[in-house]
């Protein structure tokens, strides 16, 4: 098992960027499919963005798309969700989740995702 800690989360206006890091306590590259997701109140958790073990896939929810990029420093062993353009609606607790899997797969069902962090908080203000 794979331990994960997010952080970068906070109160921003509409517009400006965020960069969410999770740290993962192994290194993640080449076993693991890495993804975040979010879930706003009242609503279900969402896919956001993934990478496949390897980094030679990334697939985006189309919400996100053109604003958000996910990327990975595998020497400090995080996943970075770089989000720009932020709106309100991206207003949600955002979570890391991982994959055990070698493939160019990405899912972007979290029921596939066995490995998660706690989350952190991203609000957005209009």
């Known amino acids: 098992q794979v331990q994960l800690i997010e952080s970068g989360g906070g109160l921003v206006q509409a517009g400006a960027s965020l960069r969410l890091s999770c740290a993962t306590s192994d290194n993640t590259f080449g076993r693991y499919a890495m993804a975040w997701f979010r879930q706003a109140p009242g609503k279900e958790r969402e896919f956001v963005a993934g990478?496949?073990?390897?980094?030679?896939?990334?697939k985006y929810a189309d919400s996100v798309k053109g604003r958000s990029t996910i990327s990975s420093d595998n020497a400090k062993n995080t996943v970075y969700l770089q989000m720009d353009t932020l709106r309100p609606e991206d207003t949600a607790v955002y979570y890391c989740?991982?994959?055990?899997?070698?493939?160019?797969?990405?899912?972007?069902?979290?029921?596939?995702?066995?490995?998660w962090g706690q989350g952190t908080q991203v609000t957005v203000s209009s």
């Open positions: 989740a991982a994959h055990r899997r070698t493939d160019v797969f990405v899912s972007d069902l979290a029921k596939q995702y066995a490995n």
């Open positions: 990478v496949s073990a390897h980094g030679i896939s990334t």
